[in-house]
C-alpha cells in the first residue's frame, strides 16, 4: 500500500484555559514531579539530563509513572499506562495488542523516541520508525518517564515531540518470587512470575509475563454488512525479560539487561474498496528481541563515572491475510535491526555542577520482502547541568550527528528555573531543537510495479524549534500543587508523498501549541486526588487545516483512596474531545470524530503479608467509543485476580 503523507500542525492559545490549572490534578503534568500517589517535589527524574536529579531543580516537563501506580490501577499494557498522561494521545487500533501510536503535544506518532533500559525501541522495518506501544506488557517495568519537547539536543533523532523512557525492575534484597494469576471480561486469562534479589555485589531479576484476550469486539455495528457474522479480536503475548548486574571490583561493574516479546493478534479482515468488513481475520506475527551490556568504571568515587556499553534489538514482524475462503496466505515479513556503541562520562566539576559528554555509533537494517538495506550514525554530545545557591538551576546540551545518508545535523537545548525565595513558586522554561532522520523504507524502498512510486536517497531530516514556560506552585506544605506550562513547536522539512514525482519530498510545515496543566491535593494521609488538562492546537500550515487525531482538549483525573491499611481503592476519569480522523478504510479521509470519557475502577487487598487479592472495572459506563474512527475500544470489562509473594 502507498504510503499516506505525514500530517502536520497549528492554532491559537486562549489565555482563560490558565485558570484550568486549579482544575487539573496529575503533579507531574506540568514538571518533573511524582506520580499520583505522592505529592512531592522531590521525586528523582533521570530522562530530562540523562542523569538522576531532584524534580524541583527541573525545568523540563516530565511526567513519572511508577510500578506502584502501575500496580494499583493495574495497568497491564503500556497504552493503558500511558492513558491519563497529559499532552499525550493514545489511538490503539482493535484493543489489546493491536497497533498503537502516541502523539505527543501534537506532533507525529513517530516524532516520539521510545528507550526501554536505554535501549532505542523504534522499529526500522516500518515506513515512518514509529513505536509500536499495544505489544508491551508492563509486569517488569520499575517506572515510566514521559519527557515532553524536542530532546534531540541529548537523545539525537526521532525525538521532536519527546522521549518515553521505560526501565524495568533491579532486583535488591533478600531472594523473593511472585505470581499472579488474572482473568476476566474479552476471555480474558494473564499470568505473570517474576524471581529476583540482590546485594551490594550481585543483584538479579527474572520475569515471564502471559497476556490473552481472545474475544474483544471492535467492529462497529454499522459497519458490519448484512449476513457477515464478524469474529471478536484475539491476542496472546508472551514477555520474558532479565536484569543482572556484577561489581566485580568496587570501581568496575557490569550490566546486562535482556528483553522478548513473541506475540500473536487476530483481527477482522476488510476487504474490497471501499473496504467492509468480513467474517474472516488476518494475522499479525512479531517477535521482539532486545539485549544491552555495559561496563561501568568509576575511578574518582562517583566524581568521574563512565558507561561503555554494546546494544542490540531485533524486531520481526509478519502478517497473513486470508483468501476468498478464508484460508490464511503466505506471511509478508519485515525485519529491522539496531546495533549501537556508547559511551559516556559523567564529571563532577565541582558540587552542584556537571559536565556529561557521550559518543555513539549505531547501524540500522531494514530487511523486506522487497529490500534489503542498512544505514550508520556517529553521534557526539555534550552537556552542562548546574545548581546555584540551590534555588536557580541549567540544564544545557549540544549534539552533533553524521548519518552515512543525509550528512551532518546539530541540535541543542537549553532549560532553565528558578525557585522564588518565600513563595516556592517554580518558574521555568525550556527551548531547544529536534529532528527526524529519513527513515530507510523512506530513502531506498520502491514500489513497484504496481504503485509506481520511489524512495528518495536525497531526504533531509525533519526539524523543529521548541520552547515551553511554565510555573509550579505548592501551597501547604505541598499538600495542595497546581500549575501550568504553555508549549509551541514549529517543525519544517516534514517528509510527505510528492505526486509529481512520485516520490518522497521535504514539503510538509506544521505548527503546535499548547497548554498543559495541573493541581494535586492531598487531603489526608488516606485520601489523594489529581487531575491534568491539556488544550492542543495542531495545524498543516500547507494545507491549512487541523491534523488528524489530535484532539484539542484532554482531561483526566484520579482520586486514590486508602481506607485502612491493607486496602487500596482507585478511580480514574479520562475525557478526549472530539478531534478530526479518516473513516475505517481512509475513503473518507477527514470526518470530525466523537470524544467521549471513560471511568475505571481498580481495587487491591492484602489479605495476608504474602497474598494480594485485586480486581477491576474498565469502561464503568460501557461506552462505546471509536478511537480511531472505525475502531470500538474495548466495552465494560471486569477482571479479577490475586498475587503471591514468596521470601523477601
Known sequence: MLPFPQTALRGPLPFAFLLLAGTSLNPLAAGAQSGPETIRLDEVVVSATGTPTPAREVASSVTVITADQIQREQRRTLPQALAAVPGLNIVQIGGPGGQTSVFMRGTNSNHVKVLIDGMEANDP?????????????????????????PQSGLYGANAIGGVISIVTRRGEGP????????????????????????????????????????????????????????????????????????ALTDTLSVNWVGRYTDGQFRSTYDSGFPSRPTSYR???????????????????????????????????????????????????????ERTKLDWRGDLELAKGHMLIGGLSYERERLDTPSLTASNGNKAAYLEYQGNVADRFFLAANIR???????????????????????????????????????????????????????????????????????????????????????????????IATNAARNSY????????????????????EQLRVRADYTFTLAKDEVAQQGLLRRP???????????????????ATLIYVGPWVDGNRDFSVPRLKAKGATLVNLAAEYKATDKVTVFGRVDNLFDKRWENPVGFLVPGFGAFGGVKVAFGG
Not at 515471564?208 to 457477515?228: A, E, K, Q, Y
Not at 517554580?426 to 513497484?448: M, N, Q, V, W
Open 125 to 149: 522495518s516500518t515506513p515512518n520508525r514509529s513505536f509500536d506501544f499495544g505489544s508491551m506488557l508492563t509486569d517488569d517495568v520499575e517506572r515510566i518517564e514521559v519527557l515532553r519537547g
Open 400 to 494: 552533533h550527528d553524521h548519518d552515512d545518508s543525509y550528512g551532518g545535523h546539530t541540535t541543542y537545548r537549553i532549560a532553565p528555573a528558578y525557585i522564588v525565595p518565600g513563595t516556592e513558586t517554580k518558574l521555568k522554561a525550556s527551548y531547544g531543537t529536534g529532528f527526524k532522520a529519513p527513515t530507510l523504507a523512506e530513502l531506498f524502498i520502491d514500489y513497484r510495479p504496481g504503485f509506481n512510486f520511489f524512495g528518495n536517497p536525497n531526504l533531509k531530516p525533519e526539524e523543529s524549534r521548541g520552547w515551553d514556560v511554565g510555573f509550579e506552585q505548592p501551597l501547604l506544605d505541598r499538600r495542595v500543587q497546581f500549575g501550568a506550562t504553555w508549549f509551541q513547536n514549529d517543525i519544517q522539512n516534514l
Open 552 to 570: 484539542r482538549h484532554k482531561a483526566s483525573g484520579t482520586v486514590t483512596w486508602t481506607p485502612m491499611e491493607k486496602l487500596s481503592l482507585s
Open 282 to 336: 488476518s494475522l499479525s506475527n512479531y517477535a521482539q528481541a532486545f539485549t544491552r551490556g555495559e561496563v561501568v568504571w568509576d575511578p574518582l568515587g562517583g566524581r568521574f563515572v563512565n558507561r561503555f556499553g554494546v546494544s542490540y534489538s531485533n524486531q520481526d514482524r509478519s502478517y497473513r491475510s486470508p483468501d476468498a475462503f478464508g484460508a490464511l496466505g503466505l506471511p509478508t515479513e519485515n525485519l529491522g
Open 175 to 246: 531472594p523473593k518470587a511472585t505470581a499472579r494469576v488474572e482473568a476476566g471480561s474479552h476471555g480474558t486469562f494473564n499470568q505473570a512470575v517474576g524471581f529476583s534479589g540482590g546485594d551490594d555485589r550481585f543483584n538479579y531479576a527474572f520475569n515471564v509475563s502471559h497476556m490473552r484476550s481472545d474475544s474483544t469486539d471492535s467492529v462497529p455495528p454499522n459497519l458490519i454488512p448484512p449476513g457477515v457474522r464478524v469474529k471478536p479480536n484475539a491476542y496472546d503475548a508472551y514477555s520474558y525479560s532479565s536484569r543482572l548486574g556484577f
Open 505 to 524: 519530498a521535504n514539503i510538509g510545515k506544521a505548527e503546535t501549541k499548547g497548554v498543559e496543566s495541573f493541581a494535586a491535593l492531598q487531603i489526608s
